[in-house]
């Protein structure tokens, strides 16, 4: 029926359906049903729309306008947030634009102060202090003038709205005085031609008179009242005007109007001053301000045009332009360093020849030619291929030559040779060395050198070794293997792992060892050419040439002909004559111009200064010897900085100085201490830090060799701490009258050039004080002990108990008391039974006796006081024996010569005792 009629509806027109499908999709829209569509087919089927499809319609529609709730939310923070950075953005633009123009407007406000100021000076108004002062008590001394004299000028009179000035009337005034007055303005009108000067009589009124300009009048006025009050001074016979007015106020009888008018005017005047002076101050505080943000903001720029400067550096690197690696060369005594090197620069130090690059420069450069030449018994099929420029090997003495290096940057040293003689292996210095190497992570390779001492090795001159080796007999070869095993041992007792060159296949892992001989040159081309190998392949990227400067003092020499050089290792960089350079200083930074740059001739070394050779410019890595100004006080092992044309000159001197002030910094507050002394700076850090492990405070550090005024330093702990009383002093020289000095005061000097030396010496010392104090306090020192009695042996002269140790323990030399309540008084009374003489534990004696070590008791023996308790009579065996400990013997156990004998037990145990002998 539903069917027919909605067919009958629809089948007369056409176009009602259409018209009414508008309605009907917006009230479906309204009810927001999303898929109608199934209804009639349910319809079809059943009948009746079904309830699980209903339902998952709703559901449906219900994620939907979650979903839709959601995607409008997150749209809508979406934008909040682009608005908020849109306002940020706008507010900081708003900001900057504000500050740059507040800049802008102080930047022209202080230029045309300046220009104002210099126009002023030009003109010759600019006044100091001195002048204004001046100045003002000419306008004072004027005005009194003027007001005493009845004389008005139109520059100086001040016009109120316009009002006409009124007459001035003067009382009746003696003939003689306005005689006087009137020949005092005739002659100033006369000297003031300029000004308009109008004399009021006593029934006129002046008229107007147009002003002139106020500062040119003020001016000439001023110049002509003084002029002409010198005349007056003079012709008056030295009278001031002062006097002259105040004689005639004295016969005009107006002296209270003329006392009011001064002292208004005096007022005005003072209060000008100090306003003029506040003003003053005020100018110097801006000027001051504006000349700290000036300088501040110098230096940051200058620090970002070097943090630029060193980007542009560091991307300019190139893996194909590479400098010379430095090389240093450590190990004992007497194993063949110096001839080693001596071999390779075909010089002959040991035996006195003129030379010696130790002394002179601190470094020696081969160049690249002459290593290829000492290389070609290594490198006969020409394979091998030579990237770096050349090598520079600094050859300072001893390993404390690599402690002072300072590392910068790149490390100064990019590889060590460890040199062991084969015959001795690890030595002392030895070991020390491998701790510097490890401590400073820098590879390394080991020499093993003097294998022409092995017996019968036949020489073969500059052979490579290798070829040495197996040409040498069976007996030679098991020898020389035996020896290469033992260091091997050695080096693996260190936690090294080595093997011999041309058998290492992993070199980052293994060390290499390389057999040499400094006499007869073998082995030379093989070390050689293993460290040009190395550092081209494991170290291209620390051996880019970098164009920024880095540069480390090395020692500080005063040379004939030259004055005061430093010798210097160019580490990168370009340095060339004229340069203004900045170092560290003992008494500040050094800033000075470079001179001359000076280097040894390649591969040789001489002591006379004609045998320098003179450069324009250096490039790195080289050894050069700079002279120039003021270098008496430089430090060595400080960096070097050079003042580039864009450099604040002031900021590189803090820069610089930040390496020694920093060391400063870590100096004991307490002003308890040793005093340290060093040759470098690098080896004053070195040893800080050692000393800072070690936990010994440092009062005071200097560097450079000691003198007098050094130890007068360390003699301020004579009286704080008797065991800090000493200078430790690392590689420098002690003159002679300091170390009178010291033996007189009784300050201790201990002097070595191997840092483990110094402190083995130093704790020696200290151990050796500590016990001459426990010697000293031997009587004081009271350790705890609760003894019970077993057994009285003998009661009187000595006494001797049988004691069972319950607390604590006895030793030789305590003190023991019984603790009793006297009956009468109720009051604690000690009775001391007498020190401990001698101790016995099963018929054996003994110093120390603790609680647990006799179970059978322990014969204890007493000394004989003078009043001492009767046994049986004052004391029995029911009584408990103490230690009798006092406030004294407590802080005596406190000090560091006993405090690490006393046991926690024992603190605890002396806690209780100071309730038994009421200690406070």
Not at 7 to 17: D, F, I, K, L, N
Request: contains cysteine; glycine residues 6%; proline residues 4%.
């Amino acid at each position: 029926m539903e069917r027919k009629k909605a067919g009958g509806a629809s089948a007369p027109t056409e176009p009602a359906p259409a018209v009414k499908a508008t309605p009907v999709a917006a009230t479906a829209a309204d009810v927001e049903t999303p898929a109608p569509a199934p209804a009639p087919t349910a319809a079809k089927k059943g009948g009746k729309v079904d309830p699980k499809q209903k339902k998952k319609n709703a559901v449906l529609a219900a994620l939907e306008r979650q979903m839709e709730q959601q995607r409008a939310a997150e749209e809508r923070i979406r934008l909040e947030a682009e608005a908020e950075q849109r306002r940020q953005e706008e507010e900081a633009a708003r900001l900057a634009e504000e500050e740059r123009l507040r800049e802008e407007a102080r930047a022209k406000k202080k230029e045309k102060e300046k220009a104002k100021r210099e126009e002023l000076k030009r003109e010759g108004k600019l006044l100091t202090k001195k002048q204004k002062e001046q100045l003002a008590l000419q306008q004072k001394r004027a005005q009194q003038l003027r007001e005493a004299g009845g004389v008005f000028i139109a520059g100086f009179e001040e016009k109120q709205d316009g009002e006409k000035k009124k007459k001035v009337v003067y009382g009746n005034k003696k003939k003689g005085g306005k005689a006087q007055k009137e020949d005092e303005v005739s002659s100033l009108t006369s000297s003031v031609a300029d000004l308009t000067v109008v004399e009021t009589p006593k029934e006129a009124t002046p008229e107007p008179v147009a002003e002139p300009a106020a500062e040119p009048a003020a001016e000439s006025w001023e110049s002509a009242l003084k002029d002409d009050s010198e005349k007056e001074e003079e012709e008056e016979g030295g009278a001031s005007w002062e006097q002259l007015l105040e004689s005639d106020s004295e016969s005009n009888g107006s002296s209270t109007q003329k006392t009011e008018v001064s002292s208004s005017t005096d007022k005005h005047d003072e209060e000008g001053s100090v306003d003029i002076s506040e003003l003053a101050q005020k100018e110097k505080e801006r000027e001051t301000a504006a000349a700290r943000i000036e300088s501040e903001q110098k230096r940051q720029d200058a620090s970002r045009r070097r943090d630029k400067r060193h980007k542009a550096a560091m991307d300019a690197r190139s893996a194909d332009n590479l400098r010379s690696p430095i090389c240093c060369i450590l190990g004992h005594v007497d194993t063949g360093k110096t001839k080693l090197l001596d071999k390779v620069r075909q010089t002959n130090v040991q035996e006195g020849e003129a030379g010696g690059i130790t002394q002179q420069i601190g470094a020696t450069y081969f160049p690249i030619e002459a290593i290829k030449q000492k290389t070609e018994v290594v490198n006969k099929d020409g394979k091998m291929e030579y990237k770096v420029p050349g090598l520079l090997v600094i050859d300072t003495p001893g390993h404390e030559s690599f402690t002072n290096l300072r590392t910068r940057g790149s490390s100064l040293c990019n590889i060590a040779i460890l040199v062991i003689d084969i015959m001795h292996g690890l030595e002392q210095q030895t070991l020390e060395s491998i701790r510097l190497l490890r401590s400073r992570k820098t590879p390394f390779i080991v020499a093993l050198n003097k294998i022409d001492r092995l017996y019968g090795w036949e020489t073969i001159p500059d052979n490579a070794v290798q070829d040495s080796l197996a040409r040498q007999s069976k007996a030679v070869q098991r020898e020389f293997d035996d020896r290469v095993q033992k260091t091997k041992l050695a080096l693996a007792e260190q936690g090294l792992n080595s093997e011999l060159y041309y058998r290492n296949k992993n070199a980052a892992r293994n060390v290499s060892l390389v057999p040499t001989s400094a006499v007869t040159g073998e082995g030379v081309p093989d070390m050689l050419k293993l460290l040009i190998e190395l550092t081209q392949s494991r170290m291209s990227d620390k051996l880019m040439y970098l164009s920024e400067l880095e540069c480390t003092v090395l020692e500080v020499k005063v040379i004939e002909g030259l004055g005061t050089t430093i010798d210097v290792v160019l580490s990168n960089g370009v340095l060339h004559e004229g340069d203004r350079i900045v170092l560290c200083g003992m008494n500040g930074p050094i800033a000075t111009n470079v001179r001359a740059l000076l280097t040894p001739q390649p591969l040789r070394e001489m002591r006379i200064k004609s045998a320098y050779v003179h450069h324009k410019e250096v490039k790195a890595a080289l050894g050069v010897k700079i002279a120039a100004n003021d270098l008496d006080k430089a430090i060595a092992g400080s960096r070097l900085l050079l003042v580039g044309p864009d450099d604040d000159e002031e900021d590189l001197m803090d820069d610089v100085m930040s390496d020694f002030t920093n060391l400063q910094s870590s100096l004991d507050k307490s002003g308890k201490g040793v005093c340290v002394q060093a040759s470098t700076l690098g080896s004053l850090e070195a040893l800080l830090d050692f000393l800072k492990q070690m936990k010994i405070p440092v009062m005071a550090i200097s560097i450079g060799p000691v003198y007098k005024r050094d130890v007068m330093k360390a003699t301020t702990m004579l009286e704080r701490a008797k065991e800090f009383a000493v200078m430790l002093c690392f590689d420098v020289k002690i003159d002679k009258e300091a170390e009178e000095y010291a033996e007189q005061q009784g300050i201790k000097i201990f002097s070595a050039d191997i840092i483990y030396h110094l402190f083995d010496a130093f704790t020696n010392y200290q151990k050796e004080l500590l016990e001459q104090k426990r010697k000293d306090t031997a009587a004081q020192a009271v350790f705890p002990c609760v003894l019970h009695t077993i057994k009285v042996i003998n009661k009187r002269n000595p006494m001797i108990i049988g004691v069972d140790v319950v607390e604590g323990s006895v030793r030789v030399g305590t003190p023991i008391a019984v603790v009793r309540i006297d009956p009468a008084t109720q009051m604690r009374q000690v009775l001391q039974l007498g020190r401990v003489v001698s101790l016995e534990v099963n018929h054996k004696a003994s110093e120390i006796v603790k609680k647990g070590q006799a179970q059978g008791g322990v014969a204890m023996r007493l000394d004989t006081p003078a009043n001492q308790p009767t046994w049986g009579r004052h004391v029995d065996e029911s009584d408990v024996l103490y230690s009798e400990i006092s406030r004294d013997s407590i802080d005596t156990l406190k000090d560091a010569a006993y405090r690490d004998d006393v046991t926690r037990e024992e603190w605890l145990l002396i806690r209780q005792l100071k309730s038994v002998f009421s200690i406070a």
